[in-house]
């Protein structure tokens, strides 16, 4: 079974500028999570999609960062403008099930790291 | 608001050592508890997890976890370490029967030395 993808890799910006990531999860899998982990930090969720609507994105900041899940399967994360303290790993995950989606499983992707400078 | 708390940050033990890692969280209701583990340059992956039943549950690898629900804790355990389990790993909670949210701890660095 192929993993959760994500793309790029690596990106580096200055502040101000705007950035894209790119989540291919598993085939089949309804819930989609994107997470950003800081340095030193655990992952905190920012948002999480059931097929292609919005089940939280309280921790979201939406003045500046936007997320969207085209027809329930890709997902893009946008950042626009990015501050400095936006430097971070932005992970991507997708378990198979709709409701509490954690009995089935999280499959994480290997993330994008951002570096803002 | 729900948190998990991981007592070591960074942890060096020899091979064969004995490995113990703490986790607590706050949360009053039904959890979900998990411990992921981070190898060097790979992605996040389950270690073990818990959702009912018997508190010691056993996980890949040899590790286990045992639930201690009045002491609001999830403490990661291996008998004897090996080079190979250098790693980050997070202890994480869901509050059970909402949404797939994880709420992470910090990590805790691993170094094992041959």
């Known amino acids: 079974e192929a993993g959760v993808a994500q793309s790029p890799r690596y990106k580096i910006i200055e502040k101000r500028q705007s950035v894209a990531f790119w989540c291919n999860p598993i085939?089949?899998?309804?819930?989609l999570y994107w997470y950003q982990q800081i340095l030193g930090q655990g992952p905190k969720l920012l948002i999480q999609?059931?097929?292609?609507?919005?089940?939280?994105d309280s921790q979201l900041p939406k003045d500046r960062f936007s997320a969207e899940r085209l027809k329930g399967v890709d997902s893009t994360l946008k950042i626009q403008p990015a501050k400095l303290e936006d430097s971070a790993v932005y992970l991507c995950?997708?378990?198979?099930?709709?409701?509490?989606?954690?009995?089935?499983?999280?499959?994480f992707g290997s993330g994008t790291r951002l570096t803002v400078v | 608001a729900q948190s998990v708390s991981q007592h070591n940050h960074h942890v060096i033990l020899s091979e064969a050592a004995s490995l113990e890692l703490g986790c607590n969280y706050s949360y009053g209701g039904t959890v979900n508890l998990f411990w992921y583990v981070q190898y060097p340059g790979q992605h996040l992956q389950l270690l073990l997890k818990?959702?009912?039943?018997?508190?010691l549950v056993k996980g890949i690898k040899g590790f286990e976890a045992e639930f201690i629900k009045s002491k609001f804790s999830f403490n990661l355990r291996k008998p004897s370490v090996q080079w190979s389990d250098t790693a980050e790993y997070f202890c994480a909670v869901n509050a059970a029967g909402n949404t797939g949210k994880l709420i992470f701890g910090q990590g805790t660095t691993l170094q094992v030395k041959p």
């Open positions: 085939s089949g899998h309804a819930t």
């Open positions: 818990y959702f009912s039943g018997d508190p």
């Open positions: 995950a997708s378990s198979p099930r709709g409701g509490t989606g954690v009995n089935y499983g999280y499959t």
């Open positions: 999609f059931q097929n292609n609507g919005v089940v939280d």
